[in-house]
């Protein structure tokens, strides 16, 4: 039988002792289904049980077997736990209660139940999704996270690299609970961490299925929007390195009644009203589709829209979705036909006829269109819908078809027309997915239907159920299971648990002469109904079988006990639908269908394929046959229809059960991982939590039956370990013994239970019967409340007695001071009355006076108001008299030219209207003489002209005649107005009255004035004596006056503290728009390291081409083993930025060695590698080709180049202007910075924070810029006049010649003032033939320059790109900065097209001037001595040199031998160019750290500086870009080689950023060279400008730094956890055990096993080492600090986001043992000197959460004081963080209203979008700068050891 929910619901044996008075127990409700209470008295056997509800009611519970005691509530310390099973008391009320807690209080959707995953919808997007969770759950252990679907996807992936072994997650759960959304989301779980770079596709292409799935699939229900009507199983294959590789689908029972009808608000699948919604676009109009409401199959449920959907915006994401999973737009178009064709079969409108018959009306369009869609004859199938054909021996026969049998014909049509469609797409999604190499292991999803129980139950819930049944059978026995693996793990005696086993009911559903067999023999029968099928059932079921029952009111249903629940179903359908039979008729017609793809849908499986190349799929283009080809196809299909009906079609039950049977099968052949959703109401409220219908769902889904299981056996199950911290308080002194564990677990337990069943011990863990846990808890609260009153009543004595003696000493003090209070207040009253006496006196005095003078200034007032009023007036009228006057004029003079003009124009216009008459009159005789001489116009050309010109004069009349005209209508006008005008001559007369109406107003205002005089007179007298009065009154305002003198110094002191608080809020905005100014910086350099990231992510790539190019390599040498006609060279050069390949042939005859090498190797391979040849000897034809085109591309080029510089020349005469613009605005702003460098200065008050100097800093480098800027303007300059002279390069070489020859005849000049040119005339020749040799060879070098400059276009375009990107940084400047940009970047841009001709001809210059002054001194020094001076240092290279060994060579030397003198070194490192490979392989690629060590830091850093400095010095640039060249590209060789190594990285990283600052120490330019000494300034470079290599250096320096932090990274993020929340350094005890029942490991070997152990002394001392290892290598103080801010940085985000998917963690003692681990690393910090504010504020998020969990959480100022101290922590944190915190001991749970309060009050704060945001970016970087660190370290005092093997460089 099933079980009976209503009356089970405690699991558990009842022991009666516990009930006792304050039990808190659980009472039912018709309503809340359970509701809390407590006993108010002890329980005794026999009585009824006395129960206080927690809204104050009472209730009598009459209890009649033991079984009835109403179930227990569990310990505080277990409400809302993670693990349902975790509860000491298992029942249905504890479930649910637990449940509405994790819900409503925590907002937890989650909740394990054992190996259950219990998924409540929320029905609200929470932000618990995105990738940082996902990588927060990723390789983390499952027992130590919150309850997520992607733990369980975590866990199974785990499970399947670890063991190997295929996994399945079954998501089940009613229509509407998120069944769909969860499986979803572990796809996309599987998608994102097995992922591979090459697989990106497969991942998209498998979360594409889903909206196709969606649109063809789910319809909207009155539970759910977005219902899947089908079961879906979902295969995702991996490969053996566990990527995705494919996947594959499987479906199950589509509900195919929603096609042909729906519920009242229900709607069809979504695909229809999408294209319904969609009709308008043009590629679907073929449709012939409308409104929804238009067609029967989508108007039944009244409810074509769904709010939240929009159709249209759905199916475009449904063909998207289409287009990926490889379906053509054409196959599309062919899917959406044949959907639109059944709905247009709704319409097909049949009516009924006589006798029995139907028919289809003739005007029916709906038919017509149908067929049009699918290609078939319209006639047939209106034949066939309303007949049928009965085929005998003899003949066949047709038959009409009543009414309702041809409306299911239709019907039964539609939807099979539609099922086919969806398995055929279902089919060509697994086409898309299907993997392209072996699969290895794979993880299935499962997502079915859970289970139905309806008003009236059909086939379709049968089917559901019975599924169910399958699944709940499965779960059932997996749980068995694995409790029984727990038991025999741990080796405890344990008895076989008694669990529900629903085989019985299954049985009766699929067993011989069950229901589905009894349906299908029903089905077998000819006339078969559901009638007879259920009689069969009753007489075959009834009283047999406990699963089965009649129903007393019913003949036409039956009622099936599931183990849910018992469910009646309505017989009615069942049979029609099991057989769910279409007229072979129909799919004749369909099968003969014009188009392919109509016809493969219906074509049979087993036929057998004559042609491949048809069994593809293609789209709807109708099929050209001729009608005998048409009958032919229809008789064939016929005839196979007629062998077909011979054979047993399968019924759709048994199909199910089949599919069914093959997905158990699978199933079990996996590792299950289970899934419940549950629905928490019907209205789809967001988190409202209905009992009722929670505790329906958890009995339908199987997590009660897990409830019941666990707790038959031993549910609550705690390690040794946590047993003794926990219940240490309850053991005696000689019961605990920390060293064993276990003994003091059994000596406690045996004391203290004296029922041993109650308990049993395991290797690792002691298991507790049900309630066992609950009963310790009682004893240890029970103790503690008897240790807790002691405590309270030692104390409160003690504290009471300290109380009455503080109070008596106080009451004595009190009236002391009370009593000469008194006496003080009463002297003071007597002088305060006398005080006030005399006030009053005075201030009534004053009162008077003042009313007095604001009376009299109030008169005066008045007076000054009226006559100046009156005086206004007159002006008024007089000025507008003058005004009048002077308008009448200038009117008067207006209207009169306006008459004449008008009449001008008139008299015009009649001229011009007279003389076009005329002109027309003219001109017709004109034509008609022209028609009658018509043949005089060839005679007589000339004609023509003047006729034209007469017309010309013709149409000037014309317009003058119409100009005529329009003057003629200005003189009429003109006429008008002037009688207008006369008209209003009698306003002017009444205008004149007014005006004398206004001299006699004026003459009474004078009068009035002269009276005002007389008062004013008076006023005067009386204004004297008060003037006496005032005197008197004088005395007594200085009295007032001093006191206001001391109100106005207090005045000033306020103002004085609101000044100094005005300074503060100054320095305040000062400090924030620093931080925001560097805020910028930061972000500005962020976007410049990620571009480093983007360019060595760019480089690897690089570099794996480089790889095949190598591999390539290896084919050509096999193919150089061939003789073949021609042979390709492939040569990289070993240290390049990349491989340039060069192409040679050569002729090889030796036709031998072919022949003896084929024989040898074979004619198979021979063959294979000659394909390869002749492959790879057309690919270089077409390179050849390709080359060609480049030189003459190449060439247009620099014809294009050449125009473009003359039109150059143009564009900086404008240049020139905004030049000069530019200089004022920098100006301006260098005026502007260094008011606010000032205002910073002062603002700071000599605080010298690093920020305002950083701050200085970066405005001294942008004065130095705009300075440079200056510069390059000013050189722009001269480069315009140059480049005017400059016309051609043949015209530069000879400017360049004419310069040399000059400079030779300056030579020769100085010679003749030495005077004794004979005798230096052979020396001369000898030189002047060397130099012509020399100059010969720079001339070649000069043409293989320009050759390499042209090579090296495409790399300036792209630097032109990086620079483009540089210009879109500095877009996010201010506008000032923005134009100074943009200059920068213009005259960049136009010195770098100019500046390449210059540099030639300033190199060849240089050159001459350094030859003719070694010639000089080598002159002198040959004609003296005979031998150069040692003072000179020649290289080989030199003119010097080679004249000397010339001279060697050519005379003897008779002179005098030379000693060498002791030289100074010049901290210059000579080296030749063929030893840079060695020296780059010495120097970095081979050399180790460890060698380093006791010698300078840095020091192959200043090695290589030295080596720049001597190309340099020869001023050799090629030999200073191959040398910094392959430093850079050796560098990034040995830290790719070695980039798990913290020496290496550490040691380079190092030497990097040494050489960049020795680049800017010695480049020359002042803001570099300023702290360097004299003798280090002549140590800079003189030729070179390598401000682009310091910005390529500075790159890699980022790139290494990066790869630094990622090691810290991988080895200190494991250690985190561990360390900061899970050790316990603070000895604080645990409250509770951590960890989730039964889910403690995925593998015996589990690594966070070995992270135990780990605690903060761990990181401490990991990053003691790094920080020895950078201190010994010599990095940068400030670099350190920044690699330590990064680590810090992970330490803080990684511990917040662990803890914020951990409810256990979230309480008052990690809080404690969090600020202790704080304590330590601040500690370790400020020991090695690195505490600051940056340093602090990473921190501070860390401290801010342990502070938020150890402050208090009750009232109003609580509220306040969370959220001005978590000002870090965003809302979301804050809140999930208050909504996961565990009370402790003795303290009460957060309320929810509090959790609101705050919420509230966090709601307006900052940006909503980070307020949003829940876990912190642990992969966020920060960005990194590299101060400039100026070495004090002399070049000249450097030596090189001798183990670095650098003996063939020496210094000079």
């Known amino acids: 039988m099933a079980v009976d929910w209503q009356n089970r619901f405690n699991y558990m044996p009842i022991d009666l002792e516990i009930y006792v008075k304050g039990a808190r127990v659980w009472i039912r409700d018709p309503e809340e289904v359970w509701i809390g209470g407590t006993l108010t008295k002890d329980y005794k056997e026999g009585q009824n049980v006395e129960v206080e509800l927690e809204d104050g009611q009472e209730r009598t519970i009459k209890i009649k077997t033991k079984d009835a005691m109403p179930p227990l509530r569990n310990p505080e310390i277990l409400i809302g736990e993670n693990d349902l099973t975790s509860l000491s008391y298992l029942h249905e009320p504890a479930v649910l209660y637990n449940l509405n807690v994790r819900f409503i209080q925590n907002r937890a959707i989650y909740t394990y139940c054992g190996i259950v995953l219990v998924a409540i919808n929320p029905y609200e997007q929470l932000p618990l999704y995105g990738e940082d969770v996902i990588n927060a759950y990723h390789s983390q252990d499952m027992a130590g996270m919150d309850p997520h679907i992607f733990a369980v996807a975590e866990e199974a992936f785990k499970r399947l690299s670890r063991f190997e072994q295929d996994q399945s997650i079954i998501v089940s759960g009613e229509s509407g609970a998120g069944k769909t959304v969860s499986a979803k989301y572990a796809m996309r779980y599987f998608a994102t961490v097995g992922g591979s770079y090459e697989e990106t596709q497969v991942e998209k292409k498998v979360l594409a299925s889903n909206p196709i799935m969606e649109s063809i699939g789910n319809a909207k229900t009155t539970r759910n929007d977005n ?138 369009e709906n038919i017509g269109v149908l067929c049009k869609l699918l290609g078939i004859e319209e006639g047939q199938m209106r034949k066939w819908l309303v007949n049928r054909k009965i085929v005998t021996v003899r003949e066949v026969l047709t038959k009409p078809l009543p009414y309702q049998q041809a409306l299911n014909g239709r019907d039964a049509l539609a939807k099979h027309i539609y099922a086919q469609l969806f398995k055929w797409i279902v089919k060509q999604v697994n086409k898309a997915l299907v993997p392209t190499t072996k699969a290895h292991n794979f993880i299935g999803v499962l997502d079915i239907y859970g289970f139905e129980m309806f008003a009236i139950n059909s086939f379709e819930q049968f089917c559901i159920n019975y599924a169910n049944e399958k699944l709940q059978q499965q779960f059932t026995q997996h749980v068995f299971k694995l409790e029984q693996e727990e038991y025999i793990r741990e080796k405890i005696e344990w008895n076989m648990i008694d669990f529900y086993d629903n085989q019985p009911c299954i049985d009766l559903i699929e067993n011989k002469l069950g229901i589905l067999d009894l349906l299908d023999e029903e089905c077998m029968v000819p006339k078969g109904n559901d009638d007879n099928w259920c009689q069969k059932l009753y007489s075959q079921h009834v009283n047999k079988s406990k699963h089965f029952t009649k129903p007393r009111t019913s003949n036409s249903s039956y009622v099936v006990h599931h183990f849910a629940d018992k469910v009646e179903y309505t017989a009615e359908g069942f049979v029609e639908k099991n057989r769910d039979n279409v007229n072979d008729e129909h799919l004749n017609i369909l099968r003969a269908s014009q188009y392919e793809f109509v016809a493969d849908l219906f074509r049979d499986k087993n036929t ?78 967001s988190f409202c939590y209905e009992p009722k219908r929670a505790v329906e769902q958890l009995r339908a889904c199987g997590v009660l039956e897990t409830i019941r299981i666990s707790a038959a056996g031993f549910p609550s199950r705690w390690t040794y370990p946590e047993f003794f911290s926990r219940y240490r308080v309850l053991m005696i002194k000689k019961e605990a013994n920390r060293n064993n564990m276990r003994g003091s677990a059994e000596k406690t337990l045996t004391r203290l239970i004296t029922n041993p069943d109650k308990y049993q011990f395991g290797k690792t863990k002691i298991f507790f019967r049900a309630g066992q846990v609950a009963y310790m808890e009682k004893l240890r609260a029970d103790l503690l409340k008897k240790a807790c009153v002691r405590m309270q009543k030692t104390v409160r004595g003690y504290l009471q007695r300290k109380r009455y003696k503080r109070l008596k000493a106080a009451t004595v003090v009190l009236q002391k001071h009370i009593r000469a209070t008194n006496a003080r207040r009463l002297v003071k009253f007597m002088r305060r009355t006398k005080a006030t006496i005399r006030l009053q006196k005075a201030w009534r005095r004053y009162r008077q006076r003042k009313a007095y003078l604001h009376i009299r200034r109030a008169v005066v007032t008045i007076q000054a108001f009226t006559r100046g009023m009156y005086g206004r007036r007159y002006y008024k009228e007089v000025l507008r008299e003058a005004r009048a006057t002077t308008i009448q004029r200038y009117t008067r003079g207006l209207l009169a030219r306006r008459s004449y003009q008008k009449a001008r124009k008139a008299i015009i216009l009649l001229q011009c209207c007279t003389r076009r008459m005329y002109a027309k009159r003219e001109l017709k005789q004109l034509k008609i003489e022209a028609k009658s001489v018509e043949h005089f116009k060839k005679l007589n050309i000339g004609m023509e002209n003047k006729i034209i010109e007469l017309q010309q004069k013709l149409n000037q009349q014309a317009k003058v005649s119409s100009m005529n005209k329009e003057k003629e209508e200005v003189i009429i006008k003109l006429e008008t107005k002037v009688k207008e005008m006369e008209s209003r001559g009698g306003e002017v007369d009444v205008l004149q009255k007014k005006k004398v109406e206004m001299e006699d107003e004026l003459t009474k205002l004078r009068r009035e004035l002269d009276e005002t005089r007389t008062e004013r007179d008076k006023l005067l007298l009386d204004m004297k004596a008060a003037q006496e009065q005032f005197n008197q009154e004088k005395k007594l305002l200085e009295a007032e006056s001093e006191k206001l003198r001391k109100d106005v110094l207090e005045k000033e002191n306020i103002l004085k503290e609101q000044g100094e608080r ?105 063959s294979m590698d000659m394909s390869i040849f002749l492959k790879l000897q057309k690919r270089l034809k077409d390179l050849e080709k390709e080359k060609k085109q480049l030189e003459v591309d190449l060439e247009k080029k620099d014809d294009v180049n050449k125009e473009r510089s003359n039109g150059l020349e143009k564009e900086i005469h404008t240049t020139n202007l ?164 943009i200059a920068q970047h213009e005259i960049t841009r136009l010195t770098t097209e100019n500046m390449d001709l210059m540099e030639q001809n300033e190199y060849l210059e240089k050159n001459v001037k350094k030859l003719k002054k070694q010639l000089k001194a ?186 630094l932090v990622r090691i810290i990274e991988n080895q200190v993020q494991p250690m985190i956890v561990p360390a900061m929340l899970e050790s316990d350094s603070a000895g604080l005890t645990a409250n509770k055990p951590t960890g989730m029942r039964g889910r403690s490991s995925s593998s015996v070997n589990n690594p966070q096993q070995e992270m135990r152990n780990v605690s903060i002394e761990s990181i401490i001392k990991q990053l003691s080492i790094y920080l020895a290892v950078m201190n010994s290598h010599g990095v940068d103080p400030q670099l350190i600090r920044q690699v330590m801010k990064q680590t810090f940085y992970l330490v803080t985000s990684t511990t917040i986001n662990n803890l914020l998917l951990r409810k256990e963690m979230c309480h008052w003692s990690k809080g404690v043992q969090i600020r202790y681990n704080l304590s330590e690393l601040e500690e370790w910090l400020r020991t090695n000197n690195m505490f600051d504010q940056g340093m602090e504020n990473i921190l501070e998020p860390l401290v801010q959460v342990a502070q938020l969990l150890q402050v208090k959480k009750r009232t109003d100022d609580d509220v306040k004081l969370i959220c001005d101290t978590c000002s870090m922590l965003t809302t979301t944190q804050i809140v999930k963080i208050l909504s996961l915190y565990t009370p402790d001991e003795y303290e009460s749970r957060t309320e929810i209203s509090f959790i609101r309060q705050v919420q509230q009050k966090l709601k307006n704060r900052g940006d909503a979008k980070r307020e949003a945001q829940l876990l912190i970016d642990a992969r966020h970087q920060i960005p990194v700068t590299f101060p400039y660190n100026p070495s004090s370290v002399l070049l000249n005092e450097i030596s090189i050891p001798a183990k670095f093997g650098l003996n063939y460089v020496h210094c000079i």
């Open 227 to 364: 219902s899947s009507r089908f079961g879906k199983y979902v295969e995702i294959s991996f490969n053996k390195i566990h990527h995705i590789i494919g996947a594959h689908m499987r479906t199950y029972l589509l509900e195919k009644t929603r096609v042909v009808f729906q519920a009242s608000e229900e709607r069809n699948y979504h695909i229809f009203y999408q294209l319904c919604a969609s009709s308008d676009l043009p590629e679907l109009q073929e449709l012939q589709l409308g409104h929804p409401d238009e067609f029967f199959y989508t108007n039944q449920g009244e409810a074509p829209e769904v709010v939240g959907i929009n159709d249209r915006d759905d199916l475009e994401e449904t063909r998207d979705a289409f287009q990926l999973v490889g379906i053509s737009e054409e196959t599309q178009m062919s899917i959406f036909r044949v959907v639109a064709a059944v709905l247009h079969f709704g319409n097909v409108e049949v009516k009924p006829e006589r006798g029995d018959n139907s028919s289809i009306e003739r005007d029916n």
């Open 1218 to 1381: 905004q030049m000069q613009r530019l200089k004022e605005d920098n100006n301006k702003l260098r005026e502007e910075v260094e008011m606010y460098k000032e205002s910073l200065e002062k603002a700071s008050e000599g605080d010298g924070s690093q920020v305002i100097k950083v701050f200085n800093q970066q405005i001294e480098v942008l004065n130095l810029e705009n300075e440079k800027h200056r510069d390059e303007i000013i050189k722009l300059k001269t480069e315009q006049i140059v480049h005017r002279e400059v016309a051609t390069p043949d015209v530069v070489d000879a400017g360049t010649n004419t310069d040399r020859q000059l400079y030779v005849d300056q030579a020769a000049e100085d010679l003749n003032k030495d005077g004794d040119l004979e005798m230096a005339y052979q020396s001369l020749k000898m030189t002047n033939q060397i130099l012509e040799k020399e100059l010969q060879a720079q001339t070649k070098n000069h043409e293989h320059e320009v050759k390499e400059l042209k090579e090296e276009v495409k790399k300036v375009m792209k630097d032109n790109d990086r620079q483009q990107e540089i210009i879109g940084e500095n877009l996010k400047l201010k506008p000032e900065d923005r134009v100074n940009a």
């Open 1062 to 1166: 005005m300074e503060g809020e100054i320095k305040k905005q000062v400090e924030d728009e620093t931080a925001g100014l560097r805020k910028d910086l930061e972000d500005e350099r962020y976007n410049h390291q990620k571009l480093v990231q983007d360019y060595t992510r760019l480089e690897q790539r690089k570099q794996n081409l480089e790889d095949e190019v190598k591999s390539l390599e290896t084919e050509v040498k096999t193919i150089e083993s061939h003789p073949v006609e021609r042979q390709i060279v492939i040569d990289v050069k070993e240290g390049s930025e990349s491989g340039y390949g060069t192409l040679s042939t050569t002729d090889l005859d030796d036709t031998d060695t072919v022949d003896r090498e084929i024989e040898e190797q074979g004619e198979e391979k021979a």
């Open 1418 to 1603: 080598a002159h002198k020094k040959l004609t003296s001595v005979g031998e150069p001076s040692p003072g000179l240092t020649p290289t080989t290279d030199s003119p010097v040199s080679i004249l000397a060994n010339h001279h060697d060579m050519g005379t003897p030397n008779h002179g005098p031998a030379v000693r060498h003198k002791e030289r100074d070194l010049m901290g210059i490192i000579e080296y030749q160019a063929d030893d840079q490979p060695r020296l780059i392989k010495n120097i970095i690629i081979d050399f180790k750290p460890k060698m380093a060590d006791g010698y300078l830091p840095g020091l192959p850093a200043y090695i290589i500086f030295m080596c720049v400095r001597h190309a340099d010095y020869i001023n050799n640039d090629n030999k200073i870009k191959m040398l910094l060249t392959g430093v850079i590209n050796g560098i990034k060789k040995t830290v790719k080689k070695h980039f798990e190594e913290f020496e290496y990285v550490s040691f380079w990283l190092t030497n990097t950023c040494r050489l960049l600052h020795n680049l800017k120490q010695y480049s020359g330019e002042q803001s570099f060279s300023s702290q360097n000494s004299d003798f280090q300034n002549e140590h800079c470079l003189r030729n070179f400008d390598l401000s682009e290599y310091r910005r390529v250096l500075n790159d890699l320096a980022v790139h290494i730094y990066q790869m």
């Open 608 to 685: 057998k394929a004559v042609d491949p190349k048809r069994s593809a799929i293609k789209p709807m283009t109708p099929a050209v046959r001729t009608q005998k080809q048409f009958k032919k196809s229809v008789g064939s299909q016929l005839q196979d229809s007629k062998s077909k009906s011979k054979e047993m079609k399968k019924s759709v039950g048994s199909q199910f059960r089949d599919s069914l049977k093959i997905l158990m099968t699978k199933l079990n052949s996996t590792t299950p991982h289970y899934v419940r959703c549950i629905k928490p109401n019907d209205l789809k409220e």
